[in-house]
């Protein structure tokens, strides 16, 4: 089978491999779609160093069973699957007391961008009622965000919110506040298709940051007072920041961006302790897959995935990424 192999900074090569060895309640998917995400370009561009090519990258995908092992279902050969990719083994401490995002044994690591992928059995997810297997791809971003969001736990019914940055993780924050109770939400991005597409995802007011600032918005909305969540889907510690500023007393900065390694917080800690605002987040996808697989038939996904491509086109299609070119691009290894 062919694979697309990472092989350091921007290089790839594609290679043809032998087929994965079954394992007892291991089973063989077909990939159908496998997103490329914000965290390949970093990869790419260095910002993970503890990953170690050469490695086949891709963990956002869905396809079909066609191979089982040994204590898998037989009726489980043709199910349209979404995949986790970091399943954990649900029973170490840290699975059992966090998430499965933290497990302390090796857990075993997916890989979308090939033809066909080894997966647990229980990381391999029945799609829900009229969802595609190409949105389906998009159940981990989006359980990444909804990890953020939940994490805030139960809000007031009706709570203004802003979310600055509207990539695909932005995009999935705006949905899930809305589905999770928010009255107002506030998208504020610069490119305006994805501002528009923030609309599309539930956002009420959108904001162009070239035309006003984000606190004039905030100010103007809730008359000064802030927004009860402030989310960051963006990765830059000054937009943490200010989303802490445009807490209104007692609310919550969310961190759903990644900020780079060693970033300090530039933050005024006595107007953040005198205001009493907490800041919350969540690292990946925790234990927020399955659900965000069945919220997603809940969301307007129209028009999100700009392109499909062959595993050849990979190298390109991440630098398209990487330059903030659409929301997200699909490899269709078996197209
Ligand atoms: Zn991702
Ligand atoms: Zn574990």
């Keep these: 089978m062919k694979v697309a192999t ?10 043809e491999v032998p087929m994965p060895e079954l394992e007892p309640g291991l089973a063989i998917v077909k990939v159908d779609s496998a997103g490329v995400c914000g965290t390949d370009v970093h990869v790419t561009q260095g910002l993970f160093t503890e990953w170690d090519p050469p490695m086949v990258l891709g963990h956002e995908f869905s396809g079909v069973i066609v191979e089982i092992g040994e204590g898998v279902p037989r009726g489980r050969i043709g199910e349209e699957v979404a995949c986790l990719p970091q399943p954990g083994c649900g029973e170490c401490g840290a699975c059992r007391a966090w998430t499965i995002g933290h497990c302390e044994r090796l857990p075993r690591r997916a890989e979308g961008f090939a033809e066909y992928a080894l997966v647990d059995q229980n990381a391999a997810y029945p799609l829900p009622e009229g969802l595609d297997l190409e949105t389906a791809a998009m159940a981990e971003p989006a359980g990444c965000a909804l990890s953020c969001v939940d994490s805030l736990g139960r809000q007031e019914e009706g709570f203004d919110a802003l979310v600055i940055g509207a990539g695909m993780l932005g995009l999935f924050t ?3 506040l809305k589905l999770r109770g928010a009255g107002r939400v506030i998208a504020s991005e610069p490119n305006p298709i994805r501002r528009e597409m923030a609309r599309q995802f539930g956002a009420d007011i959108v904001h162009d940051p070239s035309e006003s600032t984000v606190d004039e918005i905030v100010d103007e ?5 802030g927004v009860q969540v402030a989310a960051e889907a963006v990765g830059k510690p000054e937009l943490v920041a200010k989303c802490i500023e445009l807490a209104r007393p007692r609310g919550h900065a969310l961190m759903v961006g990644v900020s780079p390694r ?17 800041v919350r987040g969540a690292m990946g996808v925790g234990n927020s897959f399955s659900p965000a697989l069945n919220l997603l038939p809940q969301i307007d996904m129209d028009g999100v995935v700009g392109g499909r491509y062959p595993l050849e086109e990979i190298a390109a299609v991440i630098e398209m990424s990487a330059k903030g070119q659409g929301v997200k691009f699909m490899m269709a290894p078996n197209d």
Aim: negative net charge; aromatic residues 14%.
């Design 262 to 278: 060693r970033s300090p917080l530039p933050v005024d800690l006595f107007e953040m302790h005198f205001r009493e605002v907490s």
């Design 174 to 176: 705006v949905a899930f």
């Design 221 to 225: 909305l809730t008359s000064g007072t």
């Design 6 to 15: 990472w092989r350091g900074e921007a290089e790839f090569t594609i290679d």
